[in-house]
C-alpha cells in the first residue's frame, strides 16, 4: 500500500530565504507526482506535475525533483515571499493502476515572515 | 475556459440525513474525482468517474456513491450522514492521466 510522507509538518521561515520540503513515498512503481498548493479552508492550486520519466520541473521560482528508486520528491522555493505562506502538498499518481487517483501527503504548512 | 466549480461552499447538515454535492467539470475534461479533506489531513481518494462510469473507488462505504452527466458534471451523494463524514470535499477534473485540476470544495458540516 502506497503512503506519502511530508516533512516538516509546519516550517516558517524569514522573507527572502530559500527553502526545501521534503517529500517520500513507499513505492516506487509511480505514474506521476504533483505538488499543490492550499490557502486556508481553500481548494487545490497545481504546482507542477513531474512524469515518472522525468527528473524535475520548474516553474518561476519553484523546482521541483523526483527521485524514483529512493522514493523521494523536493520542492525548492527560491527567495520566498510572505504569499508564499500556504499548506504544501504532494501527491503521487500510482503506477499499474487503470484509475488516476492521487495519494496525498498530509502537507507542510509554510509561513514565510516579512 | 472556465474553470472546475463546486456547489454548494457551505452545508450544514444533522446525522442521519443525506446531501448531495455538485461539481462542474473543466471544460474538455471527461474526468471528475472525489476526494474527502478531514482538518489538519491531506485529502482522500473517494472515487472516479469516467465517461459516467465509476472508474476505481478508494476505501469508502457504499452510503458514498457518485453520479456522471453526459456533459461530464459530477454529483456526490452521501447518505446516513456521520459526525465524521464533516470535512472539506473536493472534486477534480481531469484528461485520463494527464494534471488534476481542483475545485474550491464544499465544506460540510455534521451536526
Given at each position: ?103 496525498f501527503g ?9 | ?66 453520479l456522471q ?43
Amino acid at each position: 500500500k502506497q503512503e506519502v510522507t511530508q516533512i516538516p509538518a509546519a516550517l516558517s521561515v524569514p522573507e527572502g530565504e530559500n527553502l526545501v520540503l521534503n517529500c517520500s513515498f513507499t513505492d516506487s512503481a509511480i505514474y506521476n507526482l504533483q505538488w499543490f498548493r492550499q490557502d486556508p479552508g481553500k481548494g487545490l492550486t497545481s504546482l507542477l506535475l513531474i512524469q515518472s520519466s522525468q527528473r524535475e520541473q520548474t516553474s518561476g521560482r519553484l523546482n521541483a525533483s523526483l527521485d524514483k528508486s529512493s522514493g523521494r520528491s523536493t520542492l525548492y522555493i527560491a527567495a520566498s515571499q510572505p504569499g508564499d505562506s500556504a499548506t504544501y502538498l504532494c501527491a503521487v499518481g500510482p503506477g499499474g493502476s487503470a484509475t488516476n487517483k492521487l495519494i496525498f501527503g498530509t502537507g507542510t504548512l509554510l509561513a514565510v515572515q516579512p | 475556459e472556465t474553470g472546475v466549480t463546486q456547489s454548494p461552499t457551505h452545508l450544514i447538515k444533522t446525522r442521519g440525513q443525506q446531501v448531495t454535492l455538485r461539481c462542474s467539470s473543466q471544460s474538455g475534461h471527461n474526468t471528475v474525482s472525489w476526494y474527502q479533506q478531514a482538518l489538519g489531513q491531506g485529502p482522500q481518494f473517494i472515487f472516479q468517474y469516467y465517461r459516467e462510469e465509476e472508474n476505481g473507488r478508494g476505501n469508502f462505504p457504499p452510503r458514498f456513491s457518485g453520479l456522471q452527466f453526459p456533459n461530464y458534471s459530477s454529483e456526490l451523494n452521501v447518505n446516513a450522514l456521520e459526525l465524521d463524514d464533516s470535512a472539506l470535499y473536493l472534486c477534480a477534473s481531469s484528461t485520463g492521466t494527464d494534471t488534476q485540476y481542483f475545485g474550491p470544495g464544499t465544506r460540510l458540516t455534521v451536526l
